[in-house]
């Protein structure tokens, strides 16, 4: 496991291959660097054998290999972290163990799943609690249930999506509980919905890599596409059916966080709050454990991830 790479070894093992840069070096040789990944953690690597640096320089994505080379310093840095020089690059075989390479967030999915259902349940309007029966079903539930939520930045493990779309609805009512005005039932839906479209935005396959249809229209897109094909099968009034699709829609915020409208009604706000408000905390939840303080990549600033 990468968490246990030291200087000096010799490693072996599957692992996520992320290449960052390709270029060639002053001796006029090539090089390849990146990182590689597992379930315990990332570790920078370099290489320098041309056959297996043209080999990266092909790879369209994060991709698992069986990686062989030698632990040491990083040179490039003045801080002594580790990189692996990579030495032996080879595709993975069927008997190959990958099951460190699959992230699981530490959740008790049965449990999300009841509150998924409960939740579900909850929503007194007929035609958005039909909707949310008809959306949470088959090939698309289950889906839902194994998908992450994202590829690095929060709840990038399998049941993802499930736990943080659950969280952010508990979220999301306690707040409308609290606000007078607040439509509870929409707000629900909202939540419940909000991020629908990752189950076909990114996959759940080695490494999440996002897929075509979610490098072209992105999950905020098909979240509101997924709602308005399940409605048009449904008798929901459009005034319902356009105020969540605005929840939907503006749930990022603002335009310059990458919703195509802004935020203009109460419920909308709620979800939108209640989203940020997880995916922040999930950052205390996914660290390494080296240090009290690390620095977070998605917030930008080093937080405090275990008491001093």
Known sequence: ?????????????????????????????????????????????????????????????PTAFMMGGNVDINKFNNDMTLQVVIQRLENLLPQDDISNLLPHGDFDVEAYKTKLANYIKAVRTPGLRMLLETIFSGATYERFVTNPAGMRMHHAYLGGLLQHSVDVTGLAVALAEQIEGVDKDLVIAGALLHDIGKIREISAEIGFPYTSEGRLLGHITMSCMMVQEAA????????????????????????????????????AFVVHYADEINAVMNQFDVHDGKSAWEFNRMLGRNILVDKL
């Open 1 to 61: 496991m990468i968490k246990d790479f030291k200087a000096g070894i010799k490693v072996c093992q599957a692992v996520l291959v992320r290449v960052q840069k390709v270029g060639n070096s002053s001796n006029g040789g090539v090089f390849a660097r990146g990182m590689l990944e597992d379930n315990s953690g990332r570790i920078a690597f370099i290489c320098f054998d041309a056959v297996l640096v043209d080999k990266l320089r092909e790879l369209e994505g």
């Open 232 to 267: 048009a099968k449904l008798r929901l009034p459009s005034s319902r059916l356009e105020q969540l699709q605005h929840i939907l829609l503006s749930h990022h915020g603002d335009n310059e966080k990458g919703s195509p409208v802004a935020c203009s009604t109460r419920e």
